[in-house]
């Protein structure tokens, strides 16, 4: 079975510092990750996305994440965040082979960016 | 932006109606999915379909049925609404399977008193 862990609930930065926001998966199967991100009563857009091609993903809007199967990690990062980052991120699993399963989903990070 | 609709966007109803939400695209993918949004829950798959007049169930589907007569509408039935309900419905459609990148509809924020 996949699961996903968001190890933080709320993270607060400064404009202009570093985002990094943690995510670990469990899946049995070689999974698909994925970040989206939630702004306030808004629908979820997709950040990025890792399907076993390159391990370091580039997203929109500066985002990155690390596929590390070691440590079955896949945390988010920017080098300098801006106010427009402020939202919720949610990190999400989907396993190959398992059919027509959808996604499982983290519990959310919510980001502040401090002026 | 993908193409997809919801409707209504908010609704307010009473314990033990009847209340069925509408999701609509127009991007022809075959895989349409719905989920609820709760504080501290993320989001969690209710029901999906994999075709027309296919459908199977999520992890919270109780108290929730789904059809799907078209390729662009799916949609969700609460038979006897309760306040734990509640929710905020969000729509996803994809082209492929659990793999693909879903892309998510504008949401639906259902009050159940």
């Known amino acids: 079975a996949q699961s996903v862990t968001q190890l933080d609930s709320h993270v607060s930065v400064s404009e202009g510092t570093p985002v990094l926001l943690r995510c670990n998966y469990s899946?049995?199967?070689?999974?698909?990750l994925f970040w989206y991100v939630q702004h306030p009563n808004k629908g979820l857009q997709l950040l990025l996305k890792y399907t076993s091609a390159a391990t370091l993903v580039k997203g929109i809007n500066g985002f990155e994440a690390e596929f590390k199967k070691s440590e079955t990690s896949f945390h988010l990062t920017k080098p300098s965040a801006h106010m427009s980052d402020a939202a919720e991120y949610f990190c999400v699993v989907s396993e190959a082979y398992t059919g027509r399963r959808a996604l499982t989903f983290g519990s959310g990070t919510r980001l502040q960016v401090q002026p | 932006d993908a193409g997809i609709t919801q409707s209504p966007r908010h609704k307010v109803t009473e314990t033990g109606t009847p209340v069925t939400l509408r999701c609509h695209q127009t991007e022809n993918h075959r895989y349409m999915y719905w989920y609820r949004q709760d504080p501290g829950h993320g989001l969690r798959l209710i029901h999906y379909s994999y075709g027309v007049k296919d459908t199977d169930k999520g992890e919270v589907s109780d108290g929730y049925s789904v059809s799907r007569s078209k390729t662009e509408d799916f949609l969700l039935t609460l038979e006897s609404a309760t306040s734990s309900q509640t929710s905020v419905y969000f729509c996803?459609?994809?082209?492929?399977?659990?793999?693909?990148?879903?892309?998510f509809g504008p949401g639906t924020r259902l009050t159940v008193l």
């Open positions: 996803a459609i994809s082209e492929a399977g659990s793999t693909d990148t879903q892309y």
């Open positions: 899946s049995s199967y070689s999974p698909s």
